[in-house]
Structures are given as structure tokens and as C-alpha cells.
């Protein structure tokens, strides 16, 4: 053991271990200062003491150890004479020598303390580099990282080497740490972990290189390309990468995106032709195998002709077609049908088909009530009739889908809705989308307490408008006034959570309702069509269909808010709804209250619990607040969907008859089978 100069070490170690124990941490400061104050060289007595401890305590806790450096580093301030600077160079170079061993050995938290204290940065880098290869050979890769940092040897060594192991071990963060200030660095990361997307990549061979590197379940499902390519995308934003530099994770997200305009249109009909005819044309503009994936789908979901189109408009190579696409071709080039119809039909009425005034809630205003403004003369329109004292306002905004896109979105189109009367504010018009009077107009109504705004999510709206108006995050502005409608259905729902006659949701058929159209179903009765929520909001002139769907969404509102403020008990609100508070606000509030048993008694119960014997009619009662007859296995019969078939499974285990829907199943199927069953 080496001895600190001037120190009986293992009485001071004895001693320290009782101060440390008893948590005397005044009287052990005390005990430290004078200690070090005896060392005849403090500098070299640390080093002695701490690689004393570690041979007797090897693999302990080392609190107590940083404890120490800490309280030396206070000390060291009184005494300027215990640093370095005063030591002949030999003796200097045999100090930072053996401190730098200490790091190999010792606990991380050594390394901060010790760097600063024997000035290791100052060391010449050959030895510095050996020390990271070495405890990357010890399979300490995070130590070797975070070291590599702290001395700023990034461009001394080797990106992959270091970074690799830590990503596929879950530690992406620390990759993220180590090219933060080297935009070279940052710009090999991310075409890194976009390779790892390639649709051919060999991840096993890949792990082959790292045979020290041994993954769980969790970090192996971690590096698979459909995380990796949201971290790649994540990646670009954040450090500004060009996208082009990751040509896998941009090809992967725009083809889930097309896929999911497959689903939206041809699957779930909830997006009209026109609406997804514009999208594709933009998210496959100049990619020929996007082009050839469109075919592919258009055969599988829609028809050969319209796939033979598609086909010939992007003058595709027969070798790379589907099946019978260019016979397609050839037939309809014969009969002169071949050119896609892009004609749009009559003009659309402001009213809209009877079918739709049955089935969706109906916008009470005629189109002269309804003002798009594009010059700065109708923007102080809007404002006089908007910006009143105790003016009700419903506020929504539109931006265009980012298929596939690296970019925040962008407000194209802001709502304004006030009894009898909206405002649609272009910011696709360069009059007005930056000028000071359109943005100064927005602050302040947002601001104005004695103007209630209702919106519904108004978190993404407000992010949205910060990305198009970068002033606003400048000067952030006061929020006031504000009623998101959001935090009042999540009351809604909670207060009726498993109480008997609550107001029903019938199951139509298409995807069930969610959101705002979900509470506007609740409340007035009927559903928002949303058929063009993700149309192109850049578009101009916009079709009559939008502008009537862009007003019903901030109109809307303000029926949903009269009703429920007419008689808020009726729907088992409080008086004043906007004393409702946030899902994640209502959540911290119930976090603080006292709880009325401790963790300790809540343990002793589950155990209890957990010892006592349970049937198998045990396990399938129902809450106390059910009260309804209990039935056995197998007279209870259950659909499980596609997501569900974990669920199934076990159920059946159970003796309960379950009908499990096939992963090509649409998730409604449940409900058509269902209601089958009940017929039978």
C-alpha cells in the first residue's frame, strides 16, 4: 500500500470510515482539512490515499471517496500552494501519470475531481489516446467516451470506435454528447445510423465486429430500422443535416407515408381522391422506385387500369411493373384511356349533399358570412370584429401534411370564429403572412385575459405557429384568456367513466371518431366530417369543401362551449370550466396529496395478497363497482382485432370463446363480426 507523505493511512482510513458511518459530515470536513493541511505533499498524499482505499475496498461504493475529493477541492482554495504549477516537470508528469491510472481503476466519478486537480487535459495527447484505447480494451466504453470528451480528443479518434458499442448497447445520448461540437462529426452519425436503415443491411455482421458487446431483448429491439430511422430524422433536425445525406430513412418514411395514404383513401375512404392524388404527386415527384411502390399498391388496393396510369404517366420500365400492368398498358394505349384524368368536377356548392347534412354537424353560417383574409385592409377587419372585450373566439389552424418531410410544419391557414361571423387568415399570402400587423394582431389576442379563445389541442397549433413566426419565440408572449377544450373532454370522460347513462357513441361505419370530432359527437349530437384534414393547405385557391371544413372546425366550438356552459353539471363539469386543469397539471396534483398508507404498509399488503390462494373465479370477477351477473369462461365470447391476439390467446387458455381477426384484417372487421354473432 502506498503511504500518503506525513499520514498514518490506516488510521486515517479507520477514522474516516467512522465519521462517514455515524454521518458526522461537519466534524469529517473538519478531520479532512486537517489532514490534508499535515500532507507534506497533499498533491501526491490524495493519490497515495485513494489507490490505498481502492486496494482495501475494491468494488465498494465510493461516495465516501468523492466525498473526499470534493472537500480537497474546497480546501485546495485556501491553499494555492497544493497545485501543480509550483512542481518541477518531472515530478509534475509523475503526478498526471498516476492519476490518470487511478481513472482506470476507480469509480467515474472520479474523473471530473481528478481532472481538474492534476490538470490531465494539459497531458500530451499520445498519452491521453493510449489511455482511452486502454479502457476501450477493458470493454469500459462509456468511460472511454466520456473521457475522450472531457480532453477533447474527438478528432484524434476513431467516430465508429468509440460510438458504435454505446449505440447498440441503448447509449445513443452519449453518441450524441461526443460530436456535439463537431459539425464533421454530426454529419457521420447520422449517415451512420441512416446505413443501418439500408434495407439489405446486415446487422448480424455488424455485431460480429463488437464480440464484447453483449445485448439484451430491449437493445436489440432498439437498433431495428424503424426506431433508427426516427432517430436519424430526430438527428437532422436537431443538428441541421441535409436530408440528402440519408437516402434510406427518408426512402422508408415517405413509403410508410404512401402506404398510409393507401390506407386513408382505399381502405379506411376517409380521404377523398383529389386530397390523395395531391399528396402522392408531391411524395413520389422524381423517385422512380417510390414510383414503381405506387404501382405495386394501386394493383393490390385499387385496379390495374388506374395502376396503368399511374404507370405510364411516370413512364416506368416494363421489367420493373407488377403482373399484367403492361398489357394493361398496351390495351389501354390502343383504346386511347391511358392519360390519367386530372379534371376537376362542377363547382362546389357551399352546401353541402344531403347525405352529409344527415350523418355530420352542420355549419350554421352562409359563405357571405365567411371573410378569407389576404390584405392587410381585411386583417384590421377581422381585428375590430375579434379584438372586443368579452368576444367568445374559436381559434383553429391548418398546415399542410409533412409526408415524408424533415421540415416543421408550418400554419398555412388561421381560423377565427366569432358569433355569426369567421375569419380565415391566409399565410400563404405574402401581404400578409410576416407582416408585423398580422403577427402583432395574433400576440394580442392570445394575450387579451378579457377575450375567452377556445381552441381544441392548442400545444401543436402554438408549436406550429412558433416554427412559422420564429418573433414569437423571441418575445414569448403571456398566454391569457385561454380555454383548451382538450383539458374539458378529458374531464368529460373521466366523469363518465363507468357511470350508468352517459351519452352514448354509436359505431358507424369507418374509423370511430376521435378528438374534437368525438367530443363535437358527445355534445351536439353528431360528428365533424373530417374528409379534408389532410389536404393540402398550400393549395390556392382552396376548394369550397376546405374552406367549409376550415370554418366548422373553429365554429364548432363555440356551440360545443355554449352547451356545456349553459348547464355544466348536466355533463358532471364544474361551474366554471376553466378551472379545469391539464391532464399532466391534474396528475402532479394528485401525485402531492398525502397518501394514506405508506410504501411500506403497501408492500406488506401485496405480499399478503400475494400468499393468498386465488381460483380461477378469482381472477375473473369484475370491480366492485360492476354489478351486473357473473358468467363462466365459456359463456363470455370476445372479437379481439389485430392487435390483440397476445389477449386472445390467453382467453382461450381460459376456456372463453374468442374469434381472432388475421393481421390483413381492418381493425372494424371486429365490430362487423360481432355484430353478426349477436344477429345469430
Same mark, same amino acid.
Given at each position: 500500500?502506498?503511504?500518503?507523505?506525513?499520514?498514518?493511512?490506516?488510521?486515517?482510513?479507520?477514522?474516516?470510515?467512522?465519521?462517514?458511518?455515524?454521518?458526522?459530515?461537519?466534524?469529517?470536513?473538519?478531520?479532512?482539512?486537517?489532514?490534508?493541511?499535515?500532507?507534506?505533499?497533499?498533491?501526491?498524499?490524495?493519490?497515495?490515499?485513494?489507490?490505498?482505499?481502492?486496494?482495501?475496498?475494491?468494488?465498494?461504493?465510493?461516495?465516501?471517496?468523492?466525498?473526499?475529493?470534493?472537500?480537497?477541492?474546497?480546501?485546495?482554495?485556501?491553499?494555492?500552494?497544493?497545485?501543480?504549477?509550483?512542481?518541477?516537470?518531472?515530478?509534475?508528469?509523475?503526478?498526471?501519470?498516476?492519476?490518470?491510472?487511478?481513472?482506470?481503476?476507480?469509480?467515474?466519478?472520479?474523473?471530473?475531481?481528478?481532472?481538474?486537480?492534476?490538470?490531465?487535459?494539459?497531458?500530451?495527447?499520445?498519452?491521453?489516446?493510449?489511455?482511452?484505447?486502454?479502457?476501450?480494451?477493458?470493454?469500459?466504453?462509456?468511460?472511454?467516451?466520456?473521457?475522450?470528451?472531457?480532453?477533447?480528443?474527438?478528432?484524434?479518434?476513431?467516430?465508429?470506435?468509440?460510438?458504435?458499442?454505446?449505440?447498440?448497447?441503448?447509449?445513443?445520448?452519449?453518441?450524441?454528447?461526443?460530436?456535439?461540437?463537431?459539425?464533421?462529426?454530426?454529419?457521420?452519425?447520422?449517415?451512420?445510423?441512416?446505413?443501418?436503415?439500408?434495407?439489405?443491411?446486415?446487422?448480424?455482421?455488424?455485431?460480429?465486429?463488437?464480440?464484447?458487446?453483449?445485448?439484451?431483448?430491449?437493445?436489440?429491439?432498439?437498433?431495428?430500422?424503424?426506431?433508427?430511422?426516427?432517430?436519424?430524422?430526430?438527428?437532422?433536425?436537431?443538428?441541421?443535416?441535409?436530408?440528402?445525406?440519408?437516402?434510406?430513412?427518408?426512402?422508408?418514411?415517405?413509403?410508410?407515408?404512401?402506404?398510409?395514404?393507401?390506407?386513408?383513401?382505399?381502405?379506411?375512404?376517409?380521404?377523398?381522391?383529389?386530397?390523395?392524388?395531391?399528396?402522392?404527386?408531391?411524395?413520389?415527384?422524381?423517385?422512380?422506385?417510390?414510383?414503381?411502390?405506387?404501382?405495386?399498391?394501386?394493383?393490390?388496393?385499387?385496379?390495374?387500369?388506374?395502376?396503368?396510369?399511374?404507370?405510364?404517366?411516370?413512364?416506368?420500365?416494363?421489367?420493373?411493373?407488377?403482373?399484367?400492368?403492361?398489357?394493361?398498358?398496351?390495351?389501354?394505349?390502343?383504346?386511347?384511356?391511358?392519360?390519367?384524368?386530372?379534371?376537376?368536377?362542377?363547382?362546389?356548392?357551399?352546401?353541402?349533399?344531403?347525405?352529409?347534412?344527415?350523418?355530420?354537424?352542420?355549419?350554421?353560417?352562409?359563405?357571405?358570412?365567411?371573410?378569407?383574409?389576404?390584405?392587410?385592409?381585411?386583417?384590421?377587419?377581422?381585428?375590430?370584429?375579434?379584438?372586443?372585450?368579452?368576444?367568445?373566439?374559436?381559434?383553429?389552424?391548418?398546415?399542410?401534411?409533412?409526408?415524408?418531410?424533415?421540415?416543421?410544419?408550418?400554419?398555412?391557414?388561421?381560423?377565427?370564429?366569432?358569433?355569426?361571423?369567421?375569419?380565415?387568415?391566409?399565410?400563404?399570402?405574402?401581404?400578409?403572412?410576416?407582416?408585423?400587423?398580422?403577427?402583432?394582431?395574433?400576440?394580442?389576442?392570445?394575450?387579451?385575459?378579457?377575450?375567452?379563445?377556445?381552441?381544441?389541442?392548442?400545444?401543436?397549433?402554438?408549436?406550429?405557429?412558433?416554427?412559422?413566426?420564429?418573433?414569437? /419565440?423571441?418575445?414569448?408572449?403571456?398566454?391569457?384568456?385561454?380555454?383548451?377544450?382538450?383539458?374539458?373532454?378529458?374531464?368529460?370522460?373521466?366523469?363518465?367513466?363507468?357511470?350508468?347513462?352517459?351519452?352514448?357513441?354509436?359505431?358507424?361505419?369507418?374509423?370511430?371518431?376521435?378528438?374534437?370530432?368525438?367530443?363535437?359527437?358527445?355534445?351536439?349530437?353528431?360528428?365533424?366530417?373530417?374528409?379534408?384534414?389532410?389536404?393540402?393547405?398550400?393549395?390556392?385557391?382552396?376548394?369550397?369543401?376546405?374552406?367549409?371544413? +376550415?370554418?366548422?372546425?373553429?365554429?364548432?366550438?363555440?356551440?360545443?362551449?355554449?352547451?356545456?356552459?349553459?348547464?355544466?353539471?348536466?355533463?358532471?363539469?364544474?361551474?366554471?370550466? =376553466?378551472?379545469?386543469?391539464?391532464?399532466?397539471?391534474?396528475?402532479? =396534483?394528485?401525485?402531492?396529496?398525502?397518501?394514506?398508507?405508506?410504501?411500506?404498509?403497501?408492500?406488506?399488503?401485496? /405480499?399478503?395478497? +400475494?400468499?393468498?390462494?386465488?381460483?380461477?373465479?378469482?381472477?375473473?370477477?369484475?370491480?366492485?363497482?360492476?354489478?351486473?351477473?357473473?358468467?363462466?369462461?365459456?359463456?363470455?365470447?370476445?372479437?379481439?382485432?389485430?392487435?390483440?391476439?397476445?389477449?386472445?390467446?390467453?382467453? =382461450?387458455?381460459?376456456?372463453?370463446?374468442?374469434?381472432?381477426?388475421?393481421?390483413?384484417?381492418?381493425?372494424?372487421?371486429?365490430?362487423?363480426?360481432?355484430?353478426?354473432?349477436?344477429?345469430?
Amino acid at each position: 500500500m502506498c503511504a500518503a507523505p506525513g499520514v498514518d493511512l490506516p488510521a486515517l482510513q479507520e477514522h474516516l470510515c467512522g465519521l462517514w458511518s455515524r454521518k458526522e459530515q461537519e466534524e469529517l470536513r473538519q478531520f479532512l482539512a486537517s489532514s490534508f493541511s499535515q500532507m507534506q505533499e497533499p498533491l501526491a498524499g490524495l493519490l497515495g490515499f485513494l489507490q490505498g482505499w481502492l486496494t482495501v475496498q475494491k468494488g465498494k461504493s465510493s461516495t465516501l471517496h468523492q466525498f473526499i475529493l470534493t472537500e480537497f477541492m474546497r480546501w485546495r482554495t485556501s491553499n494555492p500552494q497544493a497545485s501543480l504549477n509550483g512542481l518541477r516537470e518531472e515530478e509534475r508528469l509523475r503526478l498526471q501519470k498516476k492519476a490518470l491510472g487511478l481513472l482506470t481503476d476507480s469509480h467515474p466519478g472520479y474523473m471530473d475531481p481528478l481532472l481538474e486537480i492534476y490538470q490531465l487535459s494539459s497531458l500530451k495527447r499520445p498519452l491521453l489516446l493510449e489511455h482511452v484505447d486502454f479502457l476501450h480494451d477493458c470493454c469500459c466504453f462509456k468511460e472511454a467516451l466520456m473521457f475522450g470528451v472531457k480532453v477533447e480528443l474527438q478528432k484524434d479518434l476513431d467516430m465508429e470506435k468509440m460510438c458504435v458499442p454505446l449505440i447498440l448497447l441503448d447509449k445513443l445520448s452519449l453518441a450524441e454528447l461526443y460530436v456535439r461540437e463537431h459539425p464533421d462529426l454530426q454529419q457521420r452519425l447520422v449517415s451512420l445510423l441512416d446505413s443501418w436503415c439500408e434495407p439489405n443491411f446486415n446487422m448480424q455482421a455488424l455485431l460480429s465486429q463488437y464480440p464484447d458487446v453483449v445485448l439484451s431483448k430491449h437493445q436489440t429491439d432498439q437498433i431495428q430500422p424503424k426506431l433508427l430511422s426516427k432517430h436519424v430524422f430526430r438527428l437532422m433536425e436537431k443538428f441541421c443535416i441535409d436530408p440528402g445525406l440519408c437516402s434510406n430513412s427518408v426512402y422508408k418514411r415517405k413509403l410508410d407515408s404512401l402506404r398510409f395514404l393507401m390506407y386513408k383513401t382505399f381502405g379506411e375512404k376517409s380521404m377523398s381522391e383529389e386530397n390523395w392524388r395531391d399528396h402522392v404527386q408531391a411524395l413520389i415527384e422524381g423517385n422512380t422506385e417510390l414510383q414503381v411502390q405506387l404501382v405495386q399498391l394501386l394493383v393490390k388496393h385499387c385496379s390495374l387500369q388506374t395502376a396503368a396510369q399511374w404507370a405510364a404517366h411516370y413512364n416506368l420500365p416494363r421489367n420493373r411493373l407488377p403482373l399484367g400492368v403492361w398489357d394493361k398498358i398496351q390495351s389501354l394505349s390502343r383504346k386511347k384511356q391511358l392519360e390519367m384524368c386530372f379534371v376537376s368536377g362542377p363547382p362546389e356548392s357551399w352546401t353541402p349533399l344531403q347525405s352529409d347534412q344527415q350523418k355530420y354537424y352542420q355549419l350554421p353560417l352562409p359563405r357571405e358570412n365567411v371573410l378569407f383574409v389576404e390584405s392587410l385592409d381585411e386583417v384590421k377587419q377581422c381585428r375590430e370584429a375579434v379584438l372586443k372585450p368579452g368576444c367568445v373566439v374559436g381559434i383553429d389552424m391548418e398546415w399542410r401534411a409533412g409526408f415524408g418531410t424533415v421540415s416543421s410544419q408550418r400554419v398555412a391557414l388561421i381560423q377565427l370564429a366569432v358569433q355569426e361571423r369567421a375569419f380565415l387568415l391566409d399565410l400563404c399570402a405574402h401581404a400578409i403572412s410576416h407582416h408585423s400587423t398580422t403577427v402583432n394582431f395574433i400576440r394580442a389576442l392570445l394575450s387579451d385575459k378579457n377575450i375567452l379563445k377556445l381552441g381544441y389541442g392548442m400545444s401543436g397549433d402554438l408549436r406550429s405557429l412558433v416554427s412559422t413566426w420564429p418573433e414569437l /419565440r423571441e418575445e414569448p408572449m403571456k398566454m391569457e384568456g385561454v380555454l383548451d377544450l382538450l383539458h374539458v373532454h378529458q374531464e368529460l370522460q373521466r366523469c363518465w367513466l363507468g357511470k350508468k347513462g352517459c351519452r352514448s357513441v354509436e359505431v358507424s361505419e369507418g374509423p370511430a371518431e376521435k378528438g374534437l370530432s368525438l367530443l363535437v359527437q358527445q355534445v351536439l349530437g353528431k360528428p365533424l366530417n373530417k374528409t379534408e384534414q389532410l389536404s393540402n393547405w398550400e393549395r390556392r385557391p382552396l376548394r369550397t369543401s376546405q374552406l367549409r371544413y +376550415a370554418v366548422t372546425d373553429a365554429y364548432c366550438l363555440l356551440d360545443v362551449y355554449l352547451i356545456l356552459s349553459r348547464d355544466p353539471k348536466a355533463f358532471g363539469l364544474p361551474e366554471d370550466l =376553466r378551472s379545469i386543469p391539464s391532464a399532466q397539471l391534474a396528475k402532479s =396534483r394528485e401525485e402531492k396529496k398525502p397518501k394514506e398508507k405508506n410504501k411500506q404498509s403497501k408492500r406488506r399488503e401485496a /405480499r399478503q395478497k +400475494a400468499n393468498e390462494p386465488h381460483s380461477m373465479d378469482d381472477c375473473l370477477k369484475m370491480t366492485s363497482e360492476y354489478e351486473g351477473p357473473t358468467i363462466t369462461p365459456p359463456e363470455l365470447r370476445v372479437v379481439c382485432d389485430n392487435m390483440l391476439q397476445g389477449l386472445g390467446r390467453f382467453l =382461450r387458455c381460459l376456456g372463453v370463446d374468442v374469434k381472432m381477426l388475421e393481421n390483413t384484417d381492418d381493425h372494424k372487421v371486429a365490430a362487423e363480426v360481432k355484430q353478426s354473432v349477436t344477429r345469430c
